[in-house]
C-alpha cells in the first residue's frame, strides 16, 4: 500500500517528533485512559498510539503482552484516521471496503475498530485513541463519546507536556541571555595593580535567574598613576536595573580619568541618576576606592553612597572597617558623602562586597549571615592571598545559605 500525503506531511512528522514519545515506554498518565476505555467499553484492547511514517507505535496498550508495541503503518488502522483526520467507527472489519483487506484482522483478530485523533496543539494528527474488539459490534453513542473524551484527555496530556518543554527552553533562553547581558555589565578581565593582588568572586541570583540584578564591580586607571575600585549595587533588577547598572560603571570610569577623589566621582554619578530622565528611577548604591603607591604600601581613599564600608584584614589578624556611611545615590540633588584614607601594608587585605553576602539567608531558618559573621570569616582566613580570602567568604556564604541565595553577590579583594 502507498503511503498517503497526509500520513508523509512533513508537518506532522515534526510534530510527533515533537512530542518525545517514540520509543518510550509505558507511562501511567496514558495507561489510566486505556485502562478506562478497555472497563467502560468492555473491550480487550486499547491504544493511545503515535503514528510516523513507517510505523503506528503504541505508547499505552491495553491487552498486548510482550515487548513489542508497536506494527507498521499499512497493518496499522491509525493510518486511515491520518488520512482523514476524522474519528473512524467500524463495527465489522472485514465486511468494511475500508478495512476488509487489512493485515491486522487475522494477525490480532481485530473484528471491531473505534479511533479517534490525537491532535498537536497546532492540530496535526500525532496519533490515535482507539478501542478494538475481537468480535462484531455495534457502537453505541456512550462508546463513541466516551472514546471522543478520552482522545481529547490524552492529546491534553501531550499538549501540558508540550508547553511544559517549551516553557522549559524559554527559561533556559532567559537565563541564557540574562547570564550574557549580566556579563557584558562586568568588567572581563580585571587589570593587574602594581605590588596588590586582586581576586573577584561573582554569583548571580539563584531564584529567579532569568533576571538581571544590579551587583556590579569594576577595577581600572584612574590619573597620576592612580587605580579606581568599585563595587556597588542598583536597587532591583530587570532591563532597567542593567541601564543603571551600565551608566553607573561607565559615568564613574569617565569621572576617575579626571579626578582621584572617590567622593567627588559619586558626587558625579549622583548628578547622573538625577538627570537621567526616565519613568522608572532607581536608587543604587555604592562604594569606591582610589588606590596609590606609597612608601609603606599602597595608599587607600575610600567614600561610600549608602553601601556598606569595606574591611580590612591587617597583616597580624586586626579586622577594621574603612569608609563612612553616606547616602544612597539617585536620592538627593547633594548627598553627604565622606572620604577616608589608611595605608594597606605588606600582608594586608582590603575586602569590599555587595549585600547579597550579608544579607544572605540561611534557608531553614531564614538568619542572615550578617556583617560579624562575615569578619569572623575573614578574620579566621590566614595565608596572605586575595584568591584565598575571596574564596572563603564565597564559600562561606553558599555553605550558610545551602546555594539558594536570593540575591547576587559581589565579592572584591586587594590583597598587599
Not at 463513541?144 to 516553557?167: H, P, S
Not at 563595587?231 to 532591563?239: I, L, M, T
Not at 519613568?279 to 606609597?294: C, K, V, Y
Amino acid at each position: 500500500m502507498t503511503l498517503t500525503v497526509q500520513i508523509l506531511d512533513s508537518g506532522r512528522l515534526a510534530a510527533v517528533r515533537r512530542t518525545g514519545l517514540l520509543d518510550t515506554g509505558s507511562e501511567e498518565a496514558f495507561d489510566r485512559l486505556t485502562r478506562l476505555a478497555a472497563t467502560l467499553l468492555g473491550t480487550p484492547y486499547a491504544f493511545v498510539t503515535i503514528v510516523d511514517d513507517t510505523r503506528s507505535f503504541w505508547k499505552s496498550c491495553i491487552g498486548v503482552d510482550g515487548p513489542e508495541r508497536q506494527n507498521t503503518v499499512q497493518e496499522s488502522f491509525c493510518q486511515y484516521v491520518v488520512n482523514s483526520g476524522a474519528e473512524l467507527i467500524v463495527p465489522d472489519t472485514r465486511a468494511d471496503p475500508l478495512t476488509a483487506d487489512n493485515p491486522s484482522n487475522d494477525s490480532m483478530g481485530v473484528a471491531a475498530w473505534a479511533g479517534f485523533p490525537v491532535r498537536s496543539p497546532d492540530g496535526h494528527v500525532l496519533g490515535t485513541f482507539c478501542a478494538v474488539d475481537t468480535v462484531t459490534r455495534s457502537w453505541t453513542p456512550h462508546d463513541i463519546e466516551v472514546l471522543k473524551t478520552l482522545a481529547q484527555a490524552a492529546a491534553g496530556e501531550i499538549a501540558l507536556r508540550e508547553a511544559a518543554d517549551e516553557a522549559r527552553a524559554a527559561a533556559a533562553r532567559a537565563e541564557q541571555l540574562a547570564d550574557t547581558l549580566q556579563q557584558s555589565l562586568l568588567p572581563p578581565m580585571l587589570p593587574e595593580i602594581p605590588g596588590v593582588e586582586v581576586a573577584v568572586r561573582y554569583r548571580r541570583a539563584t531564584a529567579g535567574t532569568a533576571d538581571v540584578y544590579g551587583d556590579f564591580y569594576d577595577v581600572f586607571p584612574s590619573v597620576r598613576d592612580a587605580w579606581a575600585v568599585v563595587v556597588g549595587d542598583v536597587a532591583g533588577k530587570g532591563p532597567q536595573a542593567a541601564k543603571v547598572t551600565a551608566l553607573a560603571r561607565y559615568t564613574l570610569r569617565a569621572a576617575a580619568a579626571r579626578c582621584t577623589t572617590p567622593s567627588a566621582n559619586l558626587l558625579t554619578l549622583n548628578a547622573a541618576l538625577l538627570g537621567w530622565y526616565t519613568d522608572d528611577p532607581r536608587f543604587l548604591t555604592a562604594i569606591h576606592a582610589t588606590l596609590r603607591t606609597h612608601p609603606d604600601g599602597i595608599s587607600v581613599r575610600v567614600s561610600c553612597g549608602g553601601h556598606d564600608p569595606a574591611l580590612i584584614r591587617r597583616a597580624d589578624g586586626r579586622i577594621q572597617s574603612l569608609g563612612r556611611h553616606g547616602l544612597v545615590l539617585g536620592w538627593r540633588s547633594e548627598p553627604t558623602l565622606h572620604d577616608q584614607r589608611t595605608v594597606l601594608r605588606r600582608g594586608d587585605s582590603l575586602v569590599m562586597f555587595t549585600d547579597g553576602v550579608t544579607e544572605a539567608r540561611r534557608a531553614g531558618d531564614r538568619e542572615l549571615f550578617g556583617p560579624e559573621r562575615l569578619r569572623e570569616v575573614i578574620a579566621g582566613t590566614a595565608g596572605g592571598s586575595a584568591e584565598k580570602l575571596a574564596e572563603a567568604i564565597d564559600e562561606a556564604v553558599t555553605t550558610f545559605t545551602g546555594g539558594h541565595a536570593s540575591d547576587d553577590t559581589a565579592i572584591l579583594v586587594l590583597h598587599v
